[in-house]
């Protein structure tokens, strides 16, 4: 394995975990946003759905742009803008400058994530052996370090701006240098044997299993971010401190079943590790659902954490495979659906928990990750011409950095 390549990952893991923290940063201080703008509590949910939604956007447009640049150019200059846009969400005076800043961010997240998974896809492809799941890990361990810092900001009643300032300061000139050393391995040649060659109909149609496993993965994920506290508090009776507890304990299981993730994959497969994640989520979600009181209920979010981190990771694993002459366009594609899942699966549960009852929720979400077993087979290592069901690396591509442009 080449020194590019190794210098690849390392640049390519951070670029995840600075994203993880910037992500982290924003979602969990939107109280303090309303607090700072006067947002009403009917006017949020319009600014909170305007974000993936213009994330789909920028996703959509960076299937475009990677046929004319190469994924590293718009990841480096995407990650700055995520930066600065987060700064101007807690610098910014009035209305207008918080739906500015939330645009940006919105539109270069959608780039962001698609470029760093189309660059995570191709390494995987050059390394020859899975390792997405790493890069996940990364940016799981980075949604708890920014949960910290904000957590950390909250308890000490900082400013918005005192809280992003020195993030944006340490983080944005840290990623700058690093993206000097992002590998753009490419994908497979055009001759390599796969579906991304087919007609335009016929190539959806054989990603439509994995756009609905990544909705499925958010829809769930989602639940637990939005829900896991109300939940503990007003069903299962915990304290306010307590149900703090549950999501927390679901990002750290996250990075776990991450970090060892890849190890499982070399072992049993894909479809063995998916199938085996879905499983386990949906035993989370009927523990929730049944759980006497919030101890079980904090197991069942363990389950969670162990059973969904798996899904998203291999969910880009398997496009780049499957479409292993049109990685980029698949996975831009693939990942609209992540903002798919976030945007259904809050409204749903509520919805669901307010009609009828919130034990009853939980096990909506439960069926939709198993329905992931029905489209486990689209996780298999596919066929390709030099033999073993993996492709070998692009010695010509694996050379260049992004500098080589």
């Given at each position: 394995?080449?020194?590019?390549?190794?210098?690849?990952?390392?640049?390519?893991?951070?670029?995840?975990?600075?994203?993880?923290?910037?992500?982290?940063?924003?979602v969990?201080?939107?109280?303090?946003?309303?607090?700072?703008?006067?947002?009403?509590?009917?006017?949020?949910?319009?600014?909170?759905?305007?974000?993936?939604?213009?994330?789909?956007?920028?996703?959509?447009?960076?299937?475009?742009?990677?046929?004319?640049?190469?994924?590293?150019?718009?990841?480096?200059?995407?990650?700055?803008?995520?930066?600065?846009?987060?700064?101007?969400?807690?610098?910014?005076?009035g209305?207008?400058?918080?739906?500015?800043?939330?645009?940006?961010?919105?539109?270069?997240?959608?780039?962001?994530?698609?470029?760093?998974?189309?660059?995570?896809?191709?390494?995987?492809?050059?390394?020859?052996?899975?390792?997405?799941?790493?890069?996940?890990?990364?940016?799981?361990?980075?949604?708890?370090?920014?949960?910290?810092?904000?957590?950390?900001?909250?308890?000490w009643?900082?400013?918005?701006?005192?809280?992003?300032?020195?993030?944006?300061?340490?983080?944005?000139?840290?990623?700058?240098?690093?993206?000097?050393?992002?590998?753009?391995a490419?994908?497979?040649?055009p001759?390599?044997?796969?579906?991304?060659?087919?007609?335009?109909?016929?190539?959806?149609?054989?990603?439509?299993?994995?756009?609905?496993?990544?909705?499925?993965?958010?829809?769930?994920?989602?639940?637990?971010?939005?829900?896991?506290?109300?939940?503990?508090?007003?069903?299962?009776?915990?304290s306010?401190?307590?149900?703090?507890?549950?999501?927390?304990?679901?990002?750290?299981?996250?990075?776990?079943?991450?970090?060892?993730?890849?190890?499982?994959?070399?072992?049993?497969?894909?479809?063995?590790?998916?199938?085996g994640?879905?499983?386990?989520?949906?035993?989370?979600?009927?523990?929730?659902?049944?759980?006497?009181?919030?101890?079980?209920?904090?197991?069942?979010?363990?389950?969670?954490?162990l059973?969904?981190?798996?899904?998203?990771?291999?969910?880009?694993?398997?496009?780049?495979?499957?479409?292993?002459?049109?990685?980029?366009?698949?996975?831009?594609?693939l990942?609209?659906?992540?903002?798919?899942?976030?945007?259904?699966?809050?409204?749903?549960?509520?919805?669901?928990?307010?009609?009828?009852?919130?034990?009853?929720?939980?096990?909506?979400?439960?069926?939709?990750?198993?329905?992931?077993?029905?489209?486990?087979?689209?996780?298999?290592?596919?066929?390709?011409?030099?033999?073993?069901?993996?492709?070998?690396?692009?010695?010509?591509?694996?050379?260049?950095?992004?500098?080589?442009?």
């Amino acid at each position: 394995m080449t020194d590019v390549l190794r210098r690849g990952r390392a640049s390519l893991a951070f670029g995840f975990l600075a994203q993880g923290v910037a992500f982290a940063l924003l979602v969990t201080r939107i109280p303090a946003v309303q607090d700072r703008y006067g947002v009403s509590d009917a006017l949020l949910p319009v600014f909170l759905a305007a974000v993936p939604v213009l994330a789909g956007v920028g996703s959509v447009t960076t299937e475009q742009l990677v046929k004319r640049v190469r994924p590293s150019v718009v990841l480096r200059w995407s990650q700055p803008v995520v930066l600065l846009a987060l700064l101007g969400v807690g610098a910014g005076e009035g209305m207008a400058e918080l739906a500015v800043s939330l645009a940006v961010f919105g539109l270069t997240v959608g780039a962001l994530d698609a470029s760093m998974n189309m660059l995570g896809v191709s390494l995987q492809r050059s390394y020859g052996r899975s390792i997405m799941l790493s890069f996940h890990a990364a940016y799981s361990l980075g949604g708890i370090v920014g949960a910290s810092l904000a957590w950390v900001g909250a308890h000490w009643h900082l400013a918005l701006w005192v809280s992003y300032l020195p993030v944006a300061a340490v983080l944005l000139p840290a990623v700058l240098v690093g993206s000097r050393w992002y590998v753009d391995a490419g994908p497979a040649e055009p001759g390599a044997e796969g579906a991304g060659g087919e007609g335009g109909a016929l190539v959806f149609k054989l990603l439509l299993p994995l756009c609905l496993v990544m909705a499925f993965a958010y829809i769930g994920d989602s639940t637990v971010s939005n829900w896991s506290a109300k939940y503990l508090q007003d069903v299962l009776g915990s304290s306010e401190q307590l149900a703090t507890v549950p999501y927390n304990v679901y990002m750290v299981t996250t990075l776990l079943g991450r970090a060892i993730g890849d190890f499982g994959v070399r072992r049993f497969g894909a479809v063995a590790v998916v199938r085996g994640g879905a499983v386990v989520a949906a035993a989370g979600f009927a523990v929730v659902a049944v759980a006497p009181g919030p101890w079980v209920g904090m197991l069942g979010f363990t389950l969670l954490g162990l059973g969904l981190c798996v899904l998203v990771p291999q969910t880009f694993a398997a496009a780049g495979r499957l479409f292993p002459g049109a990685s980029d366009a698949a996975i831009a594609r693939l990942n609209i659906f992540n903002y798919v899942g976030f945007l259904v699966g809050s409204p749903l549960v509520g919805a669901l928990g307010d009609a009828w009852s919130y034990r009853g929720a939980m096990l909506v979400p439960m069926v939709l990750v198993l329905l992931t077993l029905v489209y486990a087979r689209s996780f298999a290592r596919q066929p390709d011409r030099y033999g073993g069901g993996h492709e070998r690396p692009r010695t010509a591509d694996v050379g260049r950095g992004s500098n080589g442009l």
